[in-house]
């Protein structure tokens, strides 16, 4: 029993449960599954992951590809857990599995009787994984979070957006998505762990920790020298030129600040004299931020404003550090990263949608087609008869306790 066709895939043989919710739990099982885990999904029949109600909708089906792009290549289950049945199932699939993720508030699986040192007595060597918000310890470990408690809790809010405006929220789910990775690299040293020894263990992941691990040098800059990271727009901290430029036709993001780039982009304009300029002729000198904004930003909008983002990405980016700043449309058509498996069609039942594909590339790895996330439910008879052996009889009685979906 598989979600997918995982033969030759570097984690085939793998089981996982999946009993969380939303992005940063989904998201990482799903990580795990295109690896080629066999994962299942497991919600609760009478209130299901709501991002299945969440947009964008297919137009025949009216699915949620919301949904679907986090919990691709899974097997669909439905389990109770306040049931007594429906725990009674789950530990016998925690003696079949080797990893249960789950992104509940600290406590709540614990209040089931499903916490880790309850399942460890099932299957010893499973890996439990615990996302949340504030982590399993600390005074803060009880409170709800979202992706935006991870932003404002880690400082990355306050050091985000322009310098004489509020600080700006970074405009994607930034503390899920660093919980998922950081979540997904703990499971998976864990698992190398308990294949040596055949212990497992709690890897415990939090949202705010893993978002303070996203604000660069802030920190040290603190520590060090007492200045607190503030919006800085599209200046950075210590290099110059390296942000946004305005062309023909949108924007650019130039970064040739050191001097053998810095000389590169004046060969391009045909303003070698300048690279000898006293007052210009040192990455350092350019870095000088009266300096910058008198002779070295004019120079490059002077450039720039000549050409369009095509023209200015065929003269300078296979030399200095040049992207043109796209928008979704064009990033969806990029050759680089169709070419890279990073656009990615994707069935949602009748329709097909444009997903993001797996960054990680192992050269050993065979290519597999990619399972549309499942309906509710949808592979309960296969995992009680395959995995558990029940038998019919035994899978209408879950039914009838409420256990599992009718």
């Not at 680089?336 to 949608?353: C, F, T, Y």
């Not at 590339?361 to 399972?371: A, D, P, V, Y």
Request: net charge negative.
């Amino acid at each position: 029993m598989t979600s997918t066709d995982n033969k030759g895939l570097p984690l085939e043989g793998v089981v996982v449960l999946d009993v969380t919710r939303v992005v940063a739990g989904p998201y990482s099982a799903m990580i795990l599954a295109d690896l080629g885990a066999t994962v299942i999904k497991i919600e609760n029949p009478n209130d299901p992951d709501y991002t299945r109600n969440f947009p964008p909708f297919t137009k025949t089906d009216k699915e949620s590809a919301f949904f679907a792009q986090y919990n691709r290549n899974k097997l669909g289950m439905t389990l109770d857990l306040k049931n007594a049945e429906g725990k009674k199932t789950l530990k016998q699939l925690v003696k079949k599995a080797d990893i249960l993720i789950e992104n509940f508030r600290p406590g709540a699986m614990n209040g089931l009787g499903l916490g880790y040192e309850d399942l460890k007595k099932e299957n010893p060597a499973l890996i439990y994984t615990s996302i949340s918000g504030f982590g399993q310890t600390g005074p803060k470990s009880s409170r709800p979070s979202f992706d935006n408690t991870g932003q404002a809790e880690s400082g990355l809010w306050s050091m985000n957006g322009y310098p004489d405006r509020p600080p700006v929220r970074v405009g994607t789910i930034i503390g899920d998505l660093a919980a998922c990775f950081f979540g997904t690299i703990g499971t998976v040293v864990a698992l190398r762990e308990a294949e040596k020894t055949g212990i497992g263990q709690l890897v415990d992941v939090a949202q705010v920790d893993s978002t303070l691990c996203l604000t660069e040098s802030a920190l040290l800059r603190y520590s060090i020298d007492g200045v607190e990271a503030t919006p800085t727009g599209n200046d950075h901290a210590f290099v110059r030129p390296y942000e946004q430029f305005s062309c023909k036709d949108g924007f650019v993001f130039f970064g040739g600040y050191n001097d053998k780039q810095w000389r590169e982009t004046l060969k391009v304009f045909n303003c070698d004299d300048l690279a000898s300029d006293p007052e210009i002729d040192t990455m350092h000198k350019r870095f000088n931020k009266e300096v910058y904004d008198r002779r070295i930003k004019p120079l490059i909008n002077g450039w720039f404003s000549r050409y369009t983002k095509a023209e200015l990405e065929m003269m300078l980016a296979d030399k200095v550090p040049l992207s043109p700043i796209k928008g979704i449309g064009e990033v969806i058509s990029d050759p680089q990263l169709i070419d890279r498996k990073m656009i990615l069609d994707m069935p949602v039942l009748n329709e097909v949608v444009k997903v993001f594909g797996n960054p990680i590339k192992l050269s050993n790895m065979t290519e597999t087609e990619i399972r549309r996330a499942p309906k509710l439910g949808e592979d309960n008879i296969i995992i009680l008869k395959e995995m558990l052996g029940l038998n019919d009889n035994q899978i209408e009685d879950l039914k009838e306790s409420g256990a599992i979906l009718e």
